[in-house]
């Protein structure tokens, strides 16, 4: 008989939560029980699973006894508060925050790019940046013809990345607009409806922010070139979901863009983009509510030789989230 599992989901009713049990649904992950657990304000909160509904428990100390796999979806300070109870337990963390991804005992996995590194895992795997997962998605293919000495990368990222605040700000502006109403920003620092803002995070001594960081700290850990690096500006943009991605990549040797086009295509969850209703490339509305990242306009980059740019889209709940929690368990389990 299939083995069956106990899974947790700390965070359940945000945006990744559901997301991270609805996809557990529609991977068909063999489950014994999903406990749900938030915040005491959610207490109670029935959510769909399976044709049933599962209750939301107020997450404590000792809400995790039991369980197999518990599927992170809070903040950093959640993370850290509930790790030692959860490593304590027996389970094994999967945690979509930032609080454990550069911690080198602590494996920061892409299933598809860097899947021999969860066995190293001590109790807890992480999840990357959700714009680095997708980055780092469209251009693995070209990292296994050559390595990449460096990326240049523009982040155009949609307002569900800020979570539900980030969402219901964006549709509350967009009436604001059409009526003629005066807007006040809410969940971002100028208004976000029919402009974009080019700050994600907070800003670090370097004049970058934290955001655009993750993507030369992480895609060095996840793609194991330490020296690899990065400049990156990140973006807010009034889509309502999945991310886009411009970015240009320096490899060691100069590749042939046929060969290019093939490594790409052939990447498990990618999809090359070179025929959408007559289009090359992708769009967020293209990518969204699936698990594919696609790519286009690959082209070779006009200032330097060894140097590929191309446009990629995916949805970052999905894929840049959730789904990638749980496709990392999928490998554990081996299902």
Known sequence: MEKQYRIGILGATGAVGREMLKVLEEYNIPVREVRLLAS???????????????????????????LDFVLGAVGKGLAKTFAPAIKS???VFIDNSSSFRMNPEV???????????????????????????????????????????????CTYQAVSGAGEAGIVALESEINKVVSGEEITPSAFPAQIAMNVIPFIGSEKENGYTDE????????????????MTCTC????????????ISVTVRTKDILDLDDVRKAIASFPGVV????????????????????????GRIRRDLTCPNGITLWC???????????????????????
Do not use: W
């Open 40 to 66: 005491a304000r959610s207490e109670g909160t029935k959510l769909p699973f399976k044709g049933d509904e599962l209750t939301v428990h107020t997450a404590g100390p000792g809400s995790f006894e039991g």
């Open 89 to 91: 337990s027996g389970a």
């Open 107 to 153: 494996p920061l996995i892409v299933p598809e790019i860097n899947p021999e590194d969860i066995k190293l895992h001590n109790g807890i795997i992480s999840n990357p940046n959700c714009s680095t997962i997708i980055t780092l998605m469209a251009v693995a293919g070209i990292a296994r013809l050559s390595p990449i000495e460096s990326m240049v990368a």
């Open 212 to 227: 655009e960081m993750k993507m030369q700290n992480e895609g060095r850990k996840i793609l194991h070139l330490p020296d």
């Open 233 to 244: 500006t990140c973006v807010r943009v009034p889509v309502m979901r999945s991310h886009s």
């Open 272 to 295: 090359l983009a070179d025929d959408l209703s007559g289009r090359d490339y992708p769009t967020p509305l293209d990518t969204s509510g699936q698990d594919l990242v696609y790519v």
């Open 313 to 335: 889209c995916g949805d970052q709940i999905r894929k840049g989230a959730a789904a990638n929690a749980v496709q990392i368990l999928k490998k554990i389990i081996g299902a």
